[in-house]
């Protein structure tokens, strides 16, 4: 039985983050996961910008390290397909050089982005890193914080903070910190892997295809390197359940039968199976912390709810999360009162982009709209401009809430 004063549950982006901020800080800490790495996680597989960021934080050199990986592939943008099939390319960066910029976002399969920040770990002396240990139950203690139980109900770990990373199935977060899964804010995935999908970009854009018949569901291609894609399909689960939607059977259909889907996929090989996820959404403000526990990117519901990221989320909630350690110890307090300044400090860094996402996907209420978007922009260049920019600009992005900017679309 191991005892610490830090505990980390979950090893994904989320955990390692924060095993890794607190190990720059020189704090020890205990980092556990019932995996072996590298091991699979069903993703979209899209690195944003934002992640790129994170990696920065961590240590400068970090993003320029990613991009020396082979198995990392450099994307410039994302095909935004209307239901009308008006396509809005937006770049990260208008007018992006290829050949002298540093890409803005990339995409990996999170079997290698995973295990590139665990190498990352296994570097750091601050970090006893445990793989391959499963956690069961949890206990609190007399003396404050937790007992972390195995299948046996053996004490296996005793810690003080304990830092929930372990993701969107959470034992802790559903029946410790009493997070309810809601299907309006809960969102089911399928991904799968094919080989030989023709017509993807040059410049690596992600595809986002909003199909009328399988509104308000949204079909994906990311390109992944040696020829690869990543293809799915997601919807709000209240969606799911109200249209009795067979997700698996949609996919495959429109794979098979859609007019722009179908010859890109006639030679395609479906390479494994079709997995299935949940995204716990973070359109709604929730209670990410308490005594002596705080809850780290999907295990805290903090995916966006337009686009479904949730890799960079995880990465600023694990920073934020090593920043709350250090109060902590320092004050040596780890109440609920205390740990407010976690959820504080994570809020006011997502909220605001949270909430114009719930505005944006209910936008797809009304594909009319998204459609007259769409085509506007592809004809005006400043209007393109101005939505690349939105995806950087919080302040500009506010514009999409505002009718007065569908007004003067429509009838400019």
């Not at 996907?361 to 393109?384: E, G, H, I, M």
Request: with cysteine; charged share 20%.
């Amino acid at each position: 039985m191991l005892k610490t004063d830090v505990c980390i549950l979950g090893a994904g982006p989320g955990g390692a983050t924060a095993a890794l901020h607190l190990a720059n800080k020189g704090i020890s800490s205990l980092l556990v996961d019932k995996a072996v790495f590298p091991r699979d996680k069903v993703c979209g597989d899209a690195l944003s910008g934002k992640v790129v960021n994170e990696l920065r934080r961590i240590s400068p050199d970090l993003p320029q390290l990613f991009s020396q990986e082979q198995e990392a592939l450099p994307s410039w943008g994302i095909h935004f397909i209307s239901p009308g099939g008006e396509k809005l390319s937006v770049p990260f960066k208008y007018n992006y050089q290829k050949a002298q910029d540093a890409p803005a976002g990339y995409i990996s399969k999170r079997l290698h982005f995973d295990n590139f920040l665990i190498e990352q770990v296994k570097q750091r002396s601050e970090v006893r890193l445990l793989e391959g240990v499963e956690v069961a139950a949890f206990e609190r203690l007399p003396e404050g914080g937790f007992a972390l139980l195995g299948k046996d109900s053996q004490s296996l770990i005793q810690t003080k903070l304990l830092l929930v990373a372990n993701g969107a199935q959470s034992a802790f977060s559903r029946h410790v910190a009493n997070l309810q899964q809601e299907p309006e804010h809960y969102c089911a995935g399928l991904r799968a892997y094919y080989k030989g999908v023709e017509g993807l970009d040059g410049d690596n854009f992600i595809e986002l295809h909003f199909f009328k018949d399988f509104l308000p569901g949204y079909f994906w291609i990311f390109p992944l390197p040696n020829g690869h894609a990543n293809v799915g399909v997601g919807m709000l689960s209240s969606a799911v359940s109200k249209k009795k939607v067979n997700l698996k059977k949609e996919m495959l259909r429109m794979i098979e039968s859609h007019p722009a889907l179908q010859q890109r996929f006639r030679n395609a090989e479906l390479l494994g199976g079709i997995k299935g996820y949940g995204l716990p959404l973070g359109s709604k403000k929730r209670r990410i912390s308490g005594d002596n526990y705080m809850l780290l990117g999907d295990a805290g519901a903090l995916i966006d709810p337009f686009t479904g990221e949730g890799v960079s989320n995880a990465m600023i909630s694990g920073r934020w999360a090593a920043e709350q350690v250090f109060q902590c110890l320092q004050a040596q307090d780890f109440s609920t009162a205390f740990m407010q300044g976690y959820d504080k400090a994570v809020y006011n860094r997502l909220w605001k982009e949270l909430k114009l996402s719930r505005q944006m996907q209910r936008l797809l209420n009304y594909p009319w709209l998204f459609d007259k978007v769409a085509s506007k922009a592809s004809k005006n260049t400043v209007l393109a401009e101005t939505i690349s920019c939105m995806f950087n600009d919080l302040d500009l992005r506010e514009r999409l809430k505002q009718p007065s900017f569908y007004l003067k679309l429509l009838f400019n």
